[in-house]
Structure formats: structure tokens, C-alpha cells
């Protein structure tokens, strides 16, 4: 039997309480399962926006997409972790992520880790947050193999972010979801696969705005970009048809889109429905 779907968006801009709290009960309304905060400087703080949106909502969970590792200590995350998730009666789904940005590092004036070292980092946040927060849900977005086989072996949703679409024409996120599967063994039928996107019509043009996803892969084409797995074109019906394909040919059911598609895929939600 299929699993069924869930959705959340992005919540990047909203600095008042006022509008977080709106933001939340709209979504809410909308139809999202759950409302994300991203972790960069400069960008909302991911708890305490959490907390206020939880308090605006009854059903709705919070999350993150996804806090950056290397800014936190195990225990002191724990201690954050357990408290919201209590203050929000259970419903914080925690995303965790390596880290990548060298400038926010160096602004909060932490050394910038390799890549081992961010990737292991996050392993040791993964093991302390699943003996000491069991009943938080991880998620765990990436691409890299070792970070993959963290998230397969230890975490509950795994962040797709559609392989390397530069390849050789080949299917990169069939490729990544098979690394999972292997990787996660007996746990892989238990987990959600989960996958972002960037840029999608929001009007009846049916023409995708790349210019969010035009950030993380500067160096493709306009074509390329549109292959993207995070890249959704043409109307609402043919969007639906499209995520229908992600959970029959991948095994996809949580799709996260971006604050300023709320709106727009909204109505792809009740077509899901």
C-alpha cells in the first residue's frame, strides 16, 4: 500500500509575531502537515519561531530545514530539543544538516570543519539527540554518501536532494534512493523520503521562477535546472501527476516547498487529496 503523502513549506521571511503566527495558521488552513524554519544567519532564529508558530496552531508541527550541525553542542541542542517539544504537546520534527556556508561560520566565529569533520559532527549531534530526545523525529537532508548512510542508518526522513543532474543522463535520484535503500537494510521500508523544492509556477503560466534554485546549482543551465527533481512546471494537475510519480517511482511522499509557493501549491495539495 502506498504511504501517504505529507507537505510543509519554508518559512524564510517573517521577523514579527504577528506574521508568524499568521503564517502558521494559514498553513494550518492550507493543508501543510508542517511549517519549516531554515538555519542561516541573517534568516529568522529556528526556535523561537518554531515556538511561536506551534502556539498559533493546534495541529500543525514545526520543524527545521535544516539546522546547521556545526553550530551546536549536543547537550545544549538536547536541551532545546526536549524543551519545545514539550512546550509544543509533541510536535517538533527536528531537520539536521552538515552545514555548508564557510561565510556563516566564520561569522559566528566557529573554525569551518572539513567536510569528514561536518559530516561526523552531525553523526555525533544524531547519536546524542536519539539517546537522550527518542521520540523527536530526524530528518536528515543531503547528497553526499556519508551523510546518506547517516541518514539511512539513523534517522527517521531522509532529505533528498536529487543527485548529481549533471550526470550522464542517467535517473540521479533513482541512484540515490537506491544507495539509501542499501545503506538503511531493514529500516529502509520505515522511512520517509522526503524532497524540497525550489521553484515552481505561481501563476497559471506554468513556467517555474529558477531564481531560488538557481543559488544551489549556479553552474547548470536553465534546461538542466528544469530536470531537477526540486523543479516543478505546468498546472496544478500536471504537478500533482508529477509528485504522484516521485511516490510511485521513488518512494517520495513528504514534499517541502518554499514560502513564496505556499499559495500556489496549496491547490496541488487538495488535488493530492
Same mark, same amino acid.
Given at each position: 500500500?502506498?504511504?501517504?503523502?505529507?507537505?510543509?513549506?519554508?518559512?524564510?521571511?517573517?521577523?514579527?509575531?504577528?506574521?508568524?503566527?499568521?503564517?502558521?495558521?494559514?498553513?494550518?488552513?492550507?493543508?501543510?502537515?508542517?511549517?519549516?524554519?531554515?538555519?542561516?544567519?541573517?534568516?529568522?532564529?529556528?526556535?523561537?519561531?518554531?515556538?511561536?508558530?506551534?502556539?498559533?496552531?493546534?495541529?500543525?508541527?514545526?520543524?527545521?530545514?535544516?539546522?546547521?550541525?556545526?553550530?551546536?553542542?549536543? $547537550?545544549? *541542542?538536547? !536541551?532545546? /530539543?526536549?524543551? &519545545?517539544?514539550?512546550?509544543?504537546?509533541?510536535?517538533?520534527? #527536528?531537520?539536521? +544538516?552538515?552545514?555548508?556556508?564557510?561565510?556563516?561560520?566564520?561569522?559566528?566565529?566557529?573554525?569551518?570543519?572539513?567536510?569528514?569533520?561536518?559530516? $561526523?559532527? *552531525?553523526? !555525533?549531534? /544524531?547519536?546524542? &539527540?536519539?539517546?537522550?530526545?527518542?521520540?523527536?523525529?530526524? #530528518?536528515?537532508? +543531503?547528497?553526499?554518501?556519508?551523510?546518506?548512510?547517516?541518514?539511512?542508518?539513523?534517522?527517521?526522513?531522509?532529505?533528498?536532494?536529487?543527485?548529481?543532474?549533471?550526470?550522464?543522463?542517467?535517473?540521479?535520484?533513482?541512484?540515490?534512493?537506491?544507495?539509501?535503500?542499501?545503506?538503511?537494510?531493514?529500516?529502509?521500508?520505515?522511512?520517509?523520503?522526503?524532497?524540497?523544492?525550489?521553484?515552481?509556477?505561481?501563476?497559471?503560466?506554468?513556467?517555474?521562477?529558477?531564481?531560488?534554485?538557481?543559488?544551489?546549482?549556479?553552474?547548470?543551465?536553465?534546461?538542466?535546472?528544469?530536470?531537477?527533481?526540486?523543479?516543478?512546471?505546468?498546472?496544478?494537475?500536471?504537478?500533482?501527476?508529477?509528485?504522484?510519480?516521485?511516490?510511485?517511482?521513488?518512494?517520495?511522499?513528504?514534499?517541502?516547498?518554499?514560502?513564496?509557493?505556499?499559495?500556489?501549491?496549496?491547490?496541488?495539495?487538495?488535488?493530492?487529496?
Amino acid at each position: 500500500m502506498a504511504k501517504e503523502f505529507r507537505f510543509g513549506f519554508g518559512l524564510h521571511a517573517a521577523s514579527r509575531l504577528s506574521a508568524v503566527q499568521d503564517w502558521a495558521r494559514r498553513a494550518e488552513d492550507m493543508g501543510y502537515d508542517v511549517l519549516h524554519v531554515p538555519d542561516h544567519l541573517g534568516a529568522p532564529a529556528p526556535f523561537p519561531t518554531m515556538m511561536v508558530a506551534a502556539a498559533a496552531t493546534e495541529t500543525l508541527h514545526v520543524g527545521t530545514f535544516v539546522l546547521n550541525a556545526g553550530f551546536y553542542k549536543p $547537550a545544549l *541542542l538536547a !536541551r532545546d /530539543v526536549t524543551a &519545545l517539544t514539550d512546550l509544543s504537546a509533541g510536535r517538533l520534527e #527536528l531537520g539536521l +544538516g552538515a552545514g555548508y556556508v564557510r561565510e556563516e561560520f566564520e561569522a559566528a566565529e566557529i573554525p569551518y570543519p572539513t567536510a569528514g569533520q561536518r559530516v $561526523a559532527h *552531525l553523526g !555525533r549531534i /544524531v547519536d546524542y &539527540l536519539g539517546q537522550h530526545t527518542p521520540e523527536v523525529p530526524i #530528518l536528515i537532508a +543531503g547528497n553526499g554518501d556519508k551523510l546518506l548512510t547517516i541518514a539511512a542508518q539513523r534517522a527517521q526522513i531522509i532529505g533528498l536532494t536529487g543527485g548529481d543532474p549533471a550526470g550522464d543522463g542517467g535517473d540521479p535520484l533513482a541512484e540515490r534512493v537506491s544507495f539509501v535503500r542499501n545503506a538503511a537494510g531493514d529500516r529502509f521500508d520505515s522511512l520517509e523520503l522526503n524532497i524540497a523544492i525550489t521553484a515552481m509556477p505561481i501563476d497559471d503560466s506554468g513556467v517555474p521562477d529558477l531564481s531560488i534554485t538557481r543559488r544551489f546549482l549556479p553552474e547548470l543551465s536553465d534546461e538542466q535546472l528544469l530536470r531537477t527533481p526540486g523543479v516543478l512546471s505546468g498546472s496544478v494537475k500536471d504537478i500533482a501527476e508529477t509528485i504522484r510519480g516521485y511516490r510511485d517511482t521513488y518512494g517520495v511522499t513528504y514534499i517541502i516547498v518554499q514560502q513564496p509557493h505556499a499559495e500556489a501549491f496549496a491547490k496541488v495539495i487538495a488535488e493530492l487529496r
